[in-house]
Nanobody, 126 residues
Framework: QLQFVESGGGLVQPGGSLRLSCASSGFTLPNSAIGWFRQAPGKEHEGVSCISSSGGITNYANSVKGRFTISRDNAQNTLYLQMNSLTPEDTGRYYC???????????????????WGQGTQVTVSS
């Protein structure tokens, strides 16, 4: 059974950094495109970033370009999201998702494969 375990969230001040991790079980990470989505209170899920199965293709939402970096360690079956220069607008619950491919984030709404996991909460506040 496909499962993700997200971790690394927390409370951080504006301008701070966090590194999120996502461990997979039940399938082999190298065979899949994968990405990060987030959900702010009262809002729909928003695609943040994705990475291809090999790691050669990455895409980011315009709101996080230049601040977030997605990466993957296929040997460890783990996905990462390095988040720098965080702002209160980055607050939300972050989820890793399996995707059919990695392309522009606006084209991946509704494309996730499987259910949402538990996610990890990121709160940016002074």
């Amino acid at each position: 059974q496909l499962q993700f375990v997200e971790s690394g969230g927390g409370l951080v001040q504006p301008g701070g950094s966090l590194r999120l991790s996502c461990a997979s079980s039940g399938f082999t990470l190298p065979n899949s495109a994968i990405g990060w989505f987030r959900q702010a209170p009262g809002k729909e899920h928003e695609g943040v970033s994705c990475i291809s199965s090999s790691g050669g293709i990455t895409n980011y939402a315009n709101s996080v370009k230049g601040r977030f970096t997605i990466s993957r360690d296929n040997a460890q079956n783990t996905l990462y999201l390095q988040m720098n220069s965080l702002t209160p607008e980055d607050t939300g619950r972050y989820y890793c998702v399996l995707l059919p491919f990695c392309t522009k984030m606006e084209n991946l709404q509704g494309a996730r494969i499987g259910d949402w996991g538990q996610g990890t909460q990121v709160t940016v506040s002074s």
